[in-house]
Each structure stands twice: as structure tokens, then as C-alpha cells.
């Protein structure tokens, strides 16, 4: 089975990852992807597309987070770990194949990398707005209705 639970992989593969690195100098370095997916029950992966920081980061300091957020409901996981580049061999060959047989488009000229990340650890991301008793289903209404309002209007839960 793994670290990563059946929900942990739900999420993984609904919503857009998260990725946060370290810089050369110390500071955070945050990059939304579109390509986190599950590896198997211990590994995260993602494509190198367009990742030229992330990937640099990476070369110099493999350690890594992974978010993943439920927008609506405010609920997701962050992934604690340690991420390999692979830019040919196996791993990038066998990295290019899953992503063609998910459907990306042009996989084998646009990939660049493939980044596996071993996760260490793996926490849930909950909303404060639990705290004080407001359902699931109250979020996920607050939320659509935010995401729906013309500008100017009220938008809900603003501190959720």
C-alpha cells in the first residue's frame, strides 16, 4: 500500500499540485503543476515542461513539498519529501510512457525531465473554517458562490 492513501491519490489526481523548492540562496521557490501525479504507493512524479527553476532548485537541494488543495472544500494533503531529475535512462523512459498513456499531448517532445519524488512524509491541509463548525457542504456552497460572483458582490466565507 504505501504512505499514500486512496484519498491521497484522489486528490493527486483531481487538483494541481503545488510544488515548493529551495533556492540557491536560501529562499522558497513555489511552481503550480499540472502533471503531479502518483508513481506507486511511496512516490510522487511530475514532468519537466517548462520547469527550468524547479528542476535547477532540485539539482542543488532535492528537498521538496508537494500541496494539494480541494479548493472548494478547503481540505488536501501536503507531501514532504526528496525528488531524482531524470532527463534520459529508465526512469525518464518509463516517466515519458506514463504521461503519453495519460494523454499528454506531444509527451516524448515536450518533457523535458522527469522529477519522482519519495515521499517521507504526508500531512492534511484543513481550512481554519472548520474550527468553528461550518460543514464540507457549507464550504463547497460558500465557495461555488465565491467563485461564481460577478466583481463587486459579496463572495461568502472570506476567511475560510
Given amino acids: ?40 504507493g511511496d512516490h ?53 510512457s506514463f504521461y503519453e498513456s495519460r494523454g499528454t499531448v506531444n509527451a516524448r517532445e515536450r518533457i523535458r525531465g522527469i522529477v519522482i519524488v519519495s515521499v517521507e512524509r504526508a500531512l492534511p491541509v484543513v481550512s481554519p473554517a472548520y474550527d468553528i463548525g461550518v460543514t464540507e457542504d457549507e464550504l463547497r456552497a460558500s465557495n461555488l458562490r465565491r467563485l461564481n460572483a460577478p466583481p463587486g458582490e459579496p463572495r461568502g466565507l472570506q476567511d475560510a
Fill in 44 to 96: 510522487l512524479v511530475f514532468a519537466d515542461l517548462h520547469s527550468p527553476g524547479t528542476v535547477a532548485n532540485l539539482r542543488s537541494n532535492p528537498s521538496i513539498e508537494i500541496n494539494v488543495v480541494d479548493q472548494l472544500v478547503r481540505k488536501g494533503y501536503r507531501f514532504k519529501g526528496t525528488a531524482s531529475v531524470y532527463t534520459e535512462g529508465d526512469f525518464f523512459e518509463r516517466g515519458v
Fill in 1 to 40: 500500500m504505501g504512505i499514500l492513501t486512496d484519498d491521497m491519490r484522489r486528490l493527486m489526481e483531481a487538483e494541481l499540485g503545488f510544488v515548493a523548492t529551495v533556492c540557491p540562496d536560501g529562499t522558497p521557490n513555489l511552481s503550480p503543476k499540472g502533471t503531479t501525479a502518483v508513481w506507486d
